[in-house]
């Protein structure tokens, strides 16, 4: 018996509401300079499983990641930090938070961590052109091959870029090439997993977290390439969500991230496939966010973890299959 299914179809195809990519690293510095032991950074934590999505410890009780990681967490969850588990109790949301700008919040975890040195947030306004140092698990790979041709291994590694500018929500890095001047000895950029991971700057008082792994700009055959540009949540601008939440004042509500194209939740693969999707609307899946999918929204795409793919319906086109 003939069933006539409706599509719908997205203007310009799939859009990806944003997401950051593990370490792109140059090509001419060996692999083992960024490799570190996980044990160098205690305080940073994997959010919802090895290799998707990060998280820092900067209060006994509680993580800073991005938005578009903590929208998947879900309770009942666990989170391993040095070696001990801890109890997810609730996420606190940038109340500003879209699926877009905003891409900040807290995890409460419980019992305290003990014996992990918490790492401050960095407050002040003067990030450009400083040395920033960033820790990932993701997808790993060079600056010739991108994102395309990394590979996922979970080995911790760390690098340096600079803050190229800043605007009122991001902070901006540039992948430079070996033969630009103002390369760093570890250039590198967040690759596929590396999401909600922090960016460091070192000061008088030790290191501080100026931003949060975001997203990336451009079209996906150029994510993890060479001038490739990455965006941060500039963590000063939302000093103030820190306090509320990690001081005593905080009124003990937790707001969960509700991202504007958040429907139904369908697990998927790490670089789900775009035609997959539209067959899981064919099939009456509905609409579907595919965790990590590889697909763009505009000119960003987030670089790794707790990927959504949003399809914005434009048209809806019918057809009859004899089911």
């Known amino acids: 018996m003939p069933v006539t299914v409706a599509v719908a179809l997205a203007l310009g195809g799939v859009a990806v509401c944003p997401e950051a990519h593990a370490i792109l690293r140059r090509h001419?510095?060996?692999?083992?300079?960024?490799?570190?032991?996980?044990?160098?950074?205690?305080?940073?934590?994997?959010?919802?499983?090895?290799?998707?999505?990060?998280?820092?410890?900067?209060?006994?009780?509680?993580?800073?990641?991005?938005?578009?990681?903590?929208?998947?967490?879900?309770?009942?969850?666990?989170?391993?930090?040095?070696?001990?588990?801890?109890?997810?109790?609730?996420?606190?949301?940038?109340?500003?938070?879209?699926?877009?700008?905003n891409d900040i919040a807290l995890v409460h975890i419980d019992p305290p961590v003990d014996g992990v040195a918490p790492i401050p947030i960095y407050r002040d306004r003067d990030e450009v052109g400083q040395l920033v140092t960033f820790v990932g698990r993701g997808d790993s790979g060079t600056g010739l091959d991108g994102?395309?041709?990394?590979?996922?291994?979970?080995?911790?590694?760390?690098?340096?870029?600079?803050?190229?500018?800043?605007?009122?929500?991001?902070?901006?890095?540039?992948?430079?090439?070996?033969?630009?001047?103002?390369?760093?000895?570890?250039?590198?950029?967040s690759g596929d997993g590396d999401s909600g991971g922090p960016a460091f700057v070192e000061t008088s008082d030790g290191p501080r977290i100026a931003g949060v792994s975001s997203w990336q700009a451009g079209a996906e055959k150029n994510i993890g390439l060479y001038g490739a540009r990455e965006f941060y949540t500039r963590v000063s601008r939302h000093a103030e969500l820190v306090d509320e939440v990690t001081g005593p004042a905080w009124d003990g509500e937790y707001r969960r991230c509700r991202p504007a194209c958040s429907v139904g939740a369908v697990g998927a693969p790490r670089h789900h496939p775009i035609g997959a999707a539209l067959l899981a609307l064919a099939l009456g899946a509905g609409w579907m966010r595919a965790r990590r999918a590889a697909a763009t929204r505009g000119a960003k795409q987030r670089t790794g973890n707790g990927r959504r793919v949003c399809l914005e319906?434009?048209?809806?086109?019918?057809?009859?299959?004899d089911h």
């Open 28 to 101: 001419d510095v060996a692999d083992a300079q960024y490799v570190v032991a996980a044990e160098e950074y205690p305080a940073v934590v994997d959010l919802l499983e090895p290799g998707d999505c990060l998280a820092t410890l900067i209060a006994p009780s509680w993580l800073l990641t991005a938005a578009h990681c903590a929208e998947h967490v879900e309770l009942p969850h666990v989170i391993r930090v040095a070696g001990q588990d801890h109890d997810v109790m609730g996420v606190v949301c940038e109340r500003a938070y879209d699926g877009d700008v």
């Open 147 to 189: 994102q395309r041709g990394a590979v996922l291994d979970l080995l911790t590694r760390r690098a340096t870029n600079r803050v190229h500018d800043s605007s009122k929500r991001w902070l901006e890095l540039v992948f430079e090439s070996p033969e630009d001047p103002s390369v760093t000895a570890l250039e590198g950029i």
């Open 313 to 321: 319906p434009v048209a809806i086109v019918t057809f009859e299959t």
